[in-house]
Nanobody, 126 residues
């Protein structure tokens, strides 16, 4: 079992930056793929970024086109934490951001992920 707790969401002005954190419980979390999704009011849950890690190949990342070049996903296995650095934020980035984890999948389909956090609100004002 893995439990995920997001933090770092807040109100920020357009053009600003935020760093979201996803803290995980579980000794084997380092072997899990982890992703960030977001959901704005009235919209479907949307893939943002994902990261996997293995001892032989290191980490691999995957980004939605809408955030490439602005957002960076990273992980600190020693701290059981995954981060989402968000730069050049715009009002279209306003949403609840969710952290998700799975033992192997790190694609864009949210139903494939087995573990979810409660979400953290990011609001970008114009």
């Amino acid at each position: 079992q893995v439990q995920l707790v997001e933090s770092g969401g807040e109100l920020v002005q357009a053009g600003g930056s935020l760093r979201l954190s996803c803290a995980a419980s579980g000794r084997t979390f380092s072997s899990y793929a982890t992703a960030w999704f977001r959901q704005a009011p009235g919209k479907e849950r949307e893939f943002v970024a994902a990261i996997s890690w293995s001892s032989w190949s290191g980490s691999s990342t995957n980004y939605a086109d809408s955030v490439k070049g602005r957002f960076t996903i990273s992980r600190d296995n020693a701290k059981n934490t995954v981060y989402l650095q968000m730069n050049s934020l715009n009002p279209e980035d306003t949403a609840v951001y969710y952290c998700a984890a799975d033992t192997s999948y790190y694609g864009i389909s949210w139903p494939e992920y087995d573990y979810w956090g409660q979400g953290t609100q990011v609001t970008v004002s114009s």
